[in-house]
Each structure stands twice: as structure tokens, then as C-alpha cells.
T-cell receptor, first 114, second 111 residues
Framework: DAGITQSPRHKVTETGTPVTLRCHQTENHRYMYWYRQDPGHGLRLIHYSYGVKDTDKGEVSDGYSVSRSKTEDFLLTLESATSSQTSVYFC?????????????FGDGTRLSIL | KNEVEQSPQNLTAQEGEFITINCSYSVGISALHWLQQHPGGGIVSLFMLSSGKKKHGRLIATINIQEKHSSLHITASHPRDSAVYICAVHSPIQGAQKLVFGQGTRLTINP
């Protein structure tokens, strides 16, 4: 299995607080992705990174920011959490942006905003 | 209308039955992925297809590019196959490797 670790695995917090989720990989893969998964929706891309300090927005990026200061870590930050951001968040990695290689997923972070 | 539609959304069957899950998409694609998500959340890639058919054990995936349709088949189904199966397409229109996901099919195999 690809070495991807998400932390924390579960978090409960209050509306208006900042939250940071971490994705750590040991595969030295160039590309990293953050998705959210909600009932009635498929996985939706929040942000992705194509290298250190190189990131771009996905389809549901409002309210989220990301940072990648080193290859192995991709951080997702909710600056001021809202109840609509209650979701399960998945990190994924792969090593070739333009090929059709599968992405490898982390185990997910279940985030509840009260 | 979603760009990737799966059917059925839920499927319950008895052990040993032949299972078919369908995926239709409306965009041009360069590849289609089938993923499996077990209770507890982990997502693993089962197949990546750009044409024809692929087989791995009891799982078979087919794709018809002209009809924009793919199917995932499970032969001799077993309770351990119970999971959510997700179809995702890699569309070059989206740029880079931005996958577009279906909503998933929840499969339950009863002993």
C-alpha cells in the first residue's frame, strides 16, 4: 500500500475555529490532492498540488486553503470552519499528472463542525 | 445532471450471485477508474480502463468508449465484496488529472 497518512483521523470542532488537516506521504510522489466526500455527492476535488509551493484550486475550493512546503506534506486549512464543511476528507497522491495512473488514497479524516 | 452516473445506487444480493454495476459518463475521457471503498473509509483502486476489458480474480471491468459506458462485474459474489464501488473518469477537458467521480454504488452481499 502507498504510504499515505492523514491526521487527525477524527476531529470535532466549533463553527468559526480554524482547522488544519495534514496529509503525509512517504512515496516521494509529486502530485497530491484533497477531496471531500459527502452523502449524495461523489468525491469532489478541493485543491491539488503539482509540486512544492505549487497548488491549484479544484471545484469546491471556497473556504479552504492549502500549503505544501515540502514534498511529503500537504496541509488543508479551514480558516473559519462552518457547518457546511462537515465532511469526510481524503488525501490522494500520484506521480504522473498527465498519465492515467491511479491515485492512491489515504484513510480519510472525519471532520464535524458543530 | 452529473457528468458521471452510476446505477444502481444500492444493490443487495445473495452470496454467489453475479453482480453488475454500471457507469455512464457524458464527457470525453482518456481513462476510467473503478474504486472500492470498504466500511471504515479506505479507498483502493481496482481497475483503470481506456478500452476493452480487464479482469482481476472475480472482478471484470469493461468499457465501451463509443457508448460512454462502463460496467463492473463480480462473479461468485462473497460477503467480503460488500463495499461501495465508485466509478471515476479522467477527462482531459478538466486539465491535469482531475478525476470526476460518480456517487458510488453500495453493494451488500448476504451469506
Amino acid at each position: 500500500d502507498a504510504g499515505i497518512t492523514q491526521s487527525p483521523r477524527h476531529k470535532v470542532t466549533e463553527t468559526g475555529t480554524p482547522v488544519t488537516l495534514r496529509c503525509h506521504q512517504t512515496e516521494n510522489h509529486r502530485y497530491m490532492y484533497w477531496y471531500r466526500q459527502d452523502p449524495g455527492h461523489g468525491l469532489r476535488l478541493i485543491h491539488y498540488s503539482y509540486g512544492v509551493k505549487d497548488t491549484d484550486k479544484g471545484e469546491v475550493s471556497d473556504g479552504y486553503s492549502v500549503s505544501r512546503s515540502k514534498t511529503e506534506d500537504f496541509l488543508l486549512t479551514l480558516e473559519s470552519a462552518t457547518s457546511s464543511q462537515t465532511s469526510v476528507y481524503f488525501c490522494a497522491i500520484n506521480n504522473d499528472l498527465y498519465s492515467n495512473q491511479p491515485q492512491h488514497f489515504g484513510d480519510g479524516t472525519r471532520l464535524s463542525i458543530l | 445532471k452529473n457528468e458521471v452516473e452510476q446505477s444502481p445506487q444500492n444493490l443487495t444480493a445473495q452470496e454467489g450471485e453475479f453482480i453488475t454495476i454500471n457507469c455512464s459518463y457524458s464527457v470525453g475521457i482518456s481513462a476510467l477508474h473503478w474504486l472500492q471503498q470498504h466500511p471504515g473509509g479506505g479507498i483502493v483502486s481496482l481497475f483503470m480502463l481506456s478500452s476493452g476489458k480487464k479482469k482481476h480474480g472475480r472482478l471484470i471491468a469493461t468499457i465501451n468508449i463509443q457508448e460512454k459506458h462502463s460496467s463492473l462485474h463480480i462473479t461468485a459474489s462473497h460477503p467480503r465484496d460488500s463495499a461501495v464501488y465508485i466509478c471515476a473518469v479522467h477527462s482531459p477537458i478538466q486539465g491535469a488529472q482531475k478525476l470526476v467521480f460518480g456517487q458510488g454504488t453500495r453493494l451488500t452481499i448476504n451469506p
